[in-house]
C-alpha cells in the first residue's frame, strides 16, 4: 500500500482525472513500473547519445553536455537505450531489478 | 405528439451545440424529426452522422469533452452498442443527457418495449429518470439538461420513455414557450472546455491504482448529490410550469394497506387498477418511481414502512432467479429500515406483451392474500406468460 500513502485524496484530486497543468510527465514517478534496468558504464561510452535519442522517457541524464547516468525515478526499464547501444563492448546492459537489488 | 415527436420538439428547444446519432427504433422518429429541424435552419446544432451508436456516443463524448452542450438518442442494441462508452461519458463526468426509448435487448430480436436495455447500463454511472406519459417525457429532457450540468452532480442522464406505448402513441401534451426553455436550461459554461486553448487540459489520462479509485469515489458523490438537485431541478420547473415532480409519486398511498410499485407506461395503468380497487374498498396505492439511478432507497422505504404487503413490477429479468432488477433494489432498500411490508415481484411485458387494467388488479388480488397469510409463498411471478 506505500504507492497510495500519502497521496491525496478523492476530496482534493482532480475532478475525473482532469490533468489541469501543462508539461507535468516528469512529476508522475514511473520508475517502479520497472522489472529490468539498464546499467550504464561510463568507461565504455563513446557518447554517441543513440540511448538519449531513443529513450521514449527522456531518462538519460546529461550534464555538462555529456551522458552521465540514468534516470531511475523516470526509467520504465524497457529496454531500448540497451538494444540502441552501438559499442562493441556495451555500455549499457540490462539486468532484472532482483539482481539489481541483489547487488 | 407523439412521445417521439415530444422529445424532438424539446430537442430543438433546448438547441444543443451537437447532436450525434444513430437510427434503431423505437427511437428513429426523434433523430429523423431533430434531422429536420436541422435542414430548415430551425436550430443551430451541428448535426453529425455517424456509423455506429459506438460513435455516435464517442462523438457525442468528444464534443461534450471540447465544451460543448451535447446529445444523442437511443434504444436497445444501439444503447448496448454504446456500453464502453458510457462508463467514459460517465466517468470523465461529461453532463450529456440521452433519450432512451425503452425496447427489448436481444434476443431473440423484438423490437417492442421492455427495460431490459436500460436496466442493463443501470451501473453505468448515468442518472436514469422514466417518464409515464409523453408530457413526462418532454418535461424530464429539460429538466435532465439541468441535473447533469449542475456543478455538485456532472453526471450524464439517460431520459427513458417506453418503446411504442409512448413513443409512437398520440397524446395531448403542454408544451413551454421557447422563451420559458431557454430562461430555465440558461447558457452552458463548461468548466474545462477542451477548446480553450489558453488553458490547456488532458481529458481522461491514464489513471493507476493510486488514483482511480479516488475518482470513483468522487463519482458515487456526485450521484448522491444528484437527488437534492433533482428536488431542486424539479421545484424549480413547477414554479415555472405549474408541472410538479419528484423522485417518486404516490397515488393514493396515505392509508394504504397494499400496493404496487412500477416505472414508467404501466405506472398508468396501474392508476386505473387502483380506483377501481379502492371503489371496491380496498385499501390499495401505488408508487410510481421516476428516479431509478440515484435510488432514492431511503425515501421509498419511508414510503412504503406502513404498507403490509408491496408488489413490484419488474419490465425487466435479471436471471439472478431472486426477480428483477427493480425488485432487489427495492427489496434492498426496505431490509434493515425496520419493519416494512412483504415484497413480492411480478416480472410483466417483456418483448412488449400487453399489460392491462385486469392483469394489474389481478396483482393486487394475490398481494392482497399475500397480506392476509402475512408470508410469501411465491417471491418470484411471471406475469401472463403460458405454461
Redesign the interface.
Known amino acids: 500500500m506505500s504507492?497510495?500513502v500519502g497521496?491525496?485524496?478523492?476530496k482534493s484530486?482532480s475532478?475525473?482525472?482532469?490533468?489541469?497543468e501543462?508539461g507535468n510527465a516528469a512529476e508522475y514517478e514511473t520508475g517502479d513500473w520497472r522489472t529490468q534496468r539498464p546499467i550504464w558504464h561510463e568507461g565504455r561510452c563513446i557518447q554517441c547519445y543513440r540511448c538519449w535519442v531513443y529513450c521514449p522517457d527522456g531518462a538519460i541524464v546529461i550534464k555538462d553536455g555529456k551522458v552521465s547516468g540514468i534516470d531511475y525515478v523516470h526509467c520504465k526499464g524497457c529496454g531500448v537505450c540497451v538494444s540502441e547501444c552501438p559499442t562493441k563492448d556495451p555500455a549499457l546492459e540490462l539486468i532484472t531489478e532482483s539482481e539489481a537489488i541483489e547487488s | 405528439m407523439t412521445g417521439n415527436e415530444a422529445v424532438a420538439f424539446a430537442l430543438k428547444q433546448i438547441d444543443p451545440d451537437v447532436i450525434a446519432a444513430y437510427p434503431i427504433t423505437p427511437q428513429t422518429d426523434i433523430v429523423q424529426y431533430f434531422s429536420s429541424f436541422v435542414a430548415d435552419g430551425a436550430v443551430k446544432t451541428e448535426f453529425v452522422t455517424v456509423e455506429s451508436e459506438h460513435s455516435a456516443m464517442s462523438a457525442t463524448v468528444g464534443a461534450a469533452a471540447a465544451g460543448a452542450r451535447a446529445m444523442t438518442a437511443t434504444a436497445a442494441n444501439g444503447l448496448a452498442l454504446m456500453w464502453e462508452i458510457l462508463y467514459i461519458a460517465a466517468s470523465n463526468r461529461l453532463p450529456i443527457v440521452m433519450p432512451v426509448v425503452n425496447r427489448a435487448l436481444s434476443g431473440p430480436i423484438n423490437i417492442h418495449c421492455d427495460h431490459s436495455d436500460t436496466m442493463g447500463a443501470r451501473d453505468s454511472g448515468w442518472i436514469q429518470l422514466y417518464s409515464e406519459n409523453a408530457q413526462e417525457a418532454y418535461d424530464n429532457m429539460f429538466q435532465a439538461l439541468r441535473i447533469a450540468e449542475h456543478p455538485d452532480v456532472l453526471l450524464p442522464v439517460m431520459v427513458c420513455l417506453d418503446g411504442f406505448i409512448i413513443s409512437h402513441a398520440l397524446e395531448n401534451l403542454v408544451v413551454n414557450e421557447d422563451e420559458l426553455v431557454k430562461n430555465f436550461i440558461g447558457a452552458y459554461k463548461p468548466q474545462y472546455p477542451l477548446l480553450d486553448v489558453d488553458n490547456p487540459v488532458t481529458v481522461g489520462p491514464i489513471d493507476m491504482y493510486d488514483f482511480y479509485f479516488e475518482h470513483k469515489r468522487q463519482q458515487s458523490e456526485a450521484m448522491k448529490n444528484a437527488q437534492e438537485v433533482i428536488l431542486a431541478v424539479a421545484r424549480e420547473y413547477e414554479q415555472k410550469t405549474g408541472r410538479s415532480y419528484g423522485l417518486f409519486e404516490e397515488y393514493r398511498m396515505d392509508d394504504a394497506e397494499v400496493a404496487v410499485l412500477v416505472m414508467s407506461s404501466a405506472a398508468g395503468t396501474a392508476k386505473a387498477a387502483v380506483d377501481e380497487l379502492r371503489e371496491q374498498g380496498h385499501k390499495v396505492g401505488l408508487v410510481k418511481l421516476r428516479v431509478f439511478r440515484p435510488f432514492p432507497h431511503e425515501k421509498l422505504a419511508g414510503a412504503l414502512q406502513h404498507l403490509k404487503a408491496l408488489a413490484v413490477m419488474d419490465r425487466a429479468e435479471s436471471f439472478s432467479t431472486m426477480g428483477g432488477p427493480l425488485f432487489n433494489e427495492v427489496r434492498s432498500a426496505l431490509y434493515g429500515a425496520g419493519g416494512g411490508p412483504l415484497v413480492r415481484d411480478f416480472i410483466f411485458g417483456l418483448g412488449g406483451r400487453d399489460i392491462g387494467v385486469a392483469e394489474i388488479v389481478e396483482i393486487f388480488k394475490k398481494t392482497l392474500e399475500t397480506a392476509a397469510a402475512g408470508k410469501v409463498d411465491e417471491m418470484v411471478c411471471y406475469l401472463g406468460v403460458r405454461e
Not at chain 1, 497521496?7 to 478523492?10: A, E, L
Not at chain 1, 475532478?15 to 489541469?20: D, H, K, Q, S, V
Open positions: 504507492a497510495v497521496k491525496p485524496g478523492w484530486v475532478r475525473a482525472g482532469l490533468i489541469l501543462a
